[in-house]
């Protein structure tokens, strides 16, 4: 089956900082997306993007389906952006996740 | 937020004893997911439903079952709970008509604990 590998693993920033998280795919996929599961296990959907650029406030993401990678910035970051950020891609319906990127910003 | 509704949201059991978590939606959407949750391996397609009465298997289908009998609820049974099924799950909902296309939702999640 696919693969869906994120990096890093494990990410630990000062309040303020920007950071960007990576995530590849072994092969094409119909479409991705990009969670964030905060403190409280709540997964919330951040963007929808098969390809291309979006953005929403702080939060921007690129994938380019071409080359299999999509990538989730964060500008500015706040302590409440903490928690695990997800890719999953849609591959015939299956939605398979990476392991995901654990971020811990640090006031 | 998506009208999603896991239950029961938390639940302890005994190793040999059947399971059933539900999953209820009130957005009429077409599809419907249940993922299980555990430490350094993310969230993983358990099985997941195209409609009414079809299913498929996800990534580690072994050990559970689904059904599907209308478009509001998708059940996930455990026929015979194993400590190895303790785990945090998840059900999700999507369409690809609406205000929303294609996007995955999440309901809160059911902590089940084998013993």
């Known amino acids: 089956g696919i693969q869906v590998e994120q990096s890093p693993p494990d990410l630990i920033l000062q309040e303020g900082a920007n950071s960007t998280l990576r995530c590849n795919f072994s092969d094409s996929v119909n479409n991705l997306q990009w969670f964030h599961q905060n403190p409280w296990g709540q997964l919330i959907n951040l963007f929808y993007?098969?390809?291309g650029t979006k953005q929403n406030g702080r939060l921007s993401a690129t994938t380019v389906a071409t080359e299999r990678y999509s990538l989730l910035y964060i500008s500015s970051s706040q302590t409440t952006d903490s928690g695990v950020y997800f890719c999953a891609v849609d591959r015939d319906d299956k939605i398979i996740f990476g392991k995901g990127t654990r971020l811990h910003i640090l006031p | 937020d998506a009208g999603i509704t896991q239950s029961p949201r938390h639940k302890v059991t005994e190793t040999g004893t059947p399971v059933t978590l539900r999953c209820h939606q009130t957005e009429n959407h077409r599809y419907m997911y249940w993922y299980r949750q555990d430490p350094g391996h993310g969230l993983r397609l358990i099985h997941y439903?195209?409609?009414?009465?079809?299913?498929d298997k996800g990534e580690v289908s072994d050990g559970y079952s689904v059904s599907r009998s209308k478009t509001e609820d998708f059940l996930l049974t455990l026929e015979s709970a194993t400590s190895s099924q303790t785990s945090v799950y998840f059900c999700a909902i999507r369409d690809l008509q609406g205000r929303y296309p294609g996007k995955l939702f999440f309901g809160s999640g059911t902590q089940l604990s084998v013993l």
């Open positions: 993007i098969p390809s």
């Open positions: 439903s195209y409609g009414v009465k079809d299913t």
